[in-house]
Each structure stands twice: as structure tokens, then as C-alpha cells.
């Protein structure tokens, strides 16, 4: 099937923080493999991400990268397109989007070379929109099947509250 | 076909400003008629929300409520269903979202009378996630098709740049 990677361009450590996990936790819950970011390396956002997928399982990582290009070349040398979502893109839908994918979501400004440089640029809506929101949308349309092997921590749906397994406490409900 | 409301809850002006902008911009893309938040009242957040409303059409509204109970209250006799977002609920796929629904979206902490009053709860994935994911994936899902009337700016799709029109301008490439 391939993998999917997510990166997050132009971190700011102050301002993006919620944003860029939120971010974060949208790629691993929908089975992206790896969220790399760009912009100011964040180690307390590393380490928040590194928790989730430790208590949550799963082999999802997190990396800073101090260039965009790089993380373009290494997903390209592994066979991935390079798709930058955003609101003057294309719409996802007749993008045909499929794994192996590197899929860029902006930050605040989004430089003119990343839309030439992707090997396309994917719409969701051509409205004004959340990038979390959007990589949200396109992640669940690619239908992975994530296995969070090693888990600490499981939640069984429930429609009317909350089963959580904990390996240490066992199954709880509430 | 019957309307969408979205509620956010808890919203703190300081900490929740962007997420709760994100979560109004997806809430508008999508189709939602309504953005109802509780928690602080933010004057800056409905400004901005009323702004990208009028630039971009649409009838959108966002409105603070003082309690979460008088909007389920509001939508209910309107004929909505009340389902509320979250990791722990039944998987949304199987949940049968249609409209009119009230979609509720947590802030940090969700009082369990949340869970227990709302008509049902769905999870977009039983992950760790963001409440603007979540919203995205499901509000996409209703496949509603939003007319955005009025408009000043609106964007042509275009997967190698920007195509965007603009009532005072003409139309603009880049």
C-alpha cells in the first residue's frame, strides 16, 4: 500500500503550538507514518507527540527539518508524490490521491515555491479552511488501516460513554 | 435537506482563539448554518468569523450561547438530533449523520452531561485526535452543498497556483 508522511510547514513555537499537534495527532490517528515539520524546532511539541504514540502505540514519528526541498527529495527517493493541500488546489477528489504520498500543509504563509515545487497542490472546498481540517478530510478519503500495535492505552467506541482499556488498570468504563 | 449547527464548547479567549476559528471555518466551508460556542465570549473571534463571512458569502453565523443546554434545547425544536464528537463514541460511519443535526465539539475537558444528553456520541476514529479533524471529516461526509451567495472573493480551482476573484479587482493569477 505505501506510506503516507505529513509535513507541517513554518512552526512557530508560540503561536502553532496546539495547531501543529492537532496536526500531529490527525496524520497518526488516520496512519500517516511519519509528521515532519519545518519552521522553529518545538522539542516540547516533539515530546508530546512522542507520548501519544507511546501510550497509544503504533510506530508514528515526529521530526523537525530545517528545509522543506530535503523532505521533498527524501519522500520522492522512497517513490512518494508530494501533494500540497490548499485552498486554490485542486479538488482532492479528482486528484487521485494514493499512497506513497507526502502531503504539505501550510502555515500562515505558504511560499510560492512550495506550490511549484509539489507535484500538484489539492483542494479541500475552495473556501477559507483549517489546514488541520483539511488534512483531516484527505487522510480519512485515503482509507488506511492504521494498527496501533503495542498499545497502552485502547478505547472501545461507545456510543453512550467511555470504555478505555489500560494495560495497567485494566478495563474501565464510565 | 434541513440544516447543520456546529457547538463548540468551553472556549477560552486566550488558549482556544485559533482552534476555535478553525473549527468555524470548517464549520462555514462544509455548510453549516450556525457556529454556537459556549464558554468565554470572544468579540474578536466573532468579528473575524463575521468577516470572512461577508468577504467570502453565505449566510454563516456564529453566535455565543451561555449555556450548552439552551442551544441542544434551540436545535432540538427545530427537529435536529444532538450527536456529540468524540473518541469515545460509536464510529460516525455507523452512526447515520443526517441533517438537521447539531454537531457539539469539546473543548479541553467535556462535562459528562455532555456525553449523557446529547442523542448520540461518534468518534472519528477511536485515536487521540482533534476536535477540527473530527469536525472536518464528518461535516465533509454530510456531503452538504453550500452556496456562498454575496461573495466578494471567491477562488477558481487550479492545481499549479492561485486563481482567485476578487468583485473590486477582476479575476487574478499567480
Known amino acids: 500500500m505505501g506510506f503516507v508522511w505529513v509535513l507541517r510547514l513554518g512552526h ?10 492537532h496536526c500531529a495527532l490527525i496524520a497518526r490517528a488516520f496512519g ?7 519552521g522553529e524546532r518545538d522539542e516540547s511539541f516533539e515530546k508530546s ?10 510506530k508514528f514519528k515526529v521530526a523537525h527539518s530545517a528545509s522543506w526541498r530535503k523532505v521533498f527529495t527524501a519522500a520522492r527517493a522512497k517513490g512518494a508524490r508530494v501533494v500540497h493541500l490548499t485552498m486554490y ?14 502531503l504539505v500543509v501550510g502555515g500562515e504563509k505558504v511560499h510560492w515555491e512550495v506550490y511549484k515545487e509539489a507535484d500538484g497542490n489539492a483542494s479541500v472546498t475552495n473556501q ?8 483531516a478530510v484527505v487522510m480519512h478519503s485515503l482509507g488506511l488501516k492504521p494498527v496501533f ?5 485502547r ?19 464510565r
Open 149 to 153: 500495535s503495542g498499545a497502552k492505552i
Open 32 to 38: 500517516a507514518a511519519r509528521f515532519y515539520y519545518t
Open 89 to 102: 488546489g485542486e479538488p482532492f477528489e479528482s486528484a487521485a490521491l494514493k499512497p506513497p504520498l507526502l
Open 49 to 58: 507527540a512522542a507520548s501519544v504514540a507511546k501510550r497509544w502505540g503504533g
Open 128 to 135: 477559507p479552511h483549517s489546514e488541520a481540517g483539511a488534512l
Open 155 to 173: 478505547v472501545e467506541s461507545n456510543p453512550r460513554g467511555k470504555t478505555v482499556f489500560n494495560a495497567r488498570k485494566g478495563k474501565g468504563r
Open 12 to 21: 512557530r513555537r508560540e503561536r502553532d503550538k496546539r495547531l501543529t499537534t
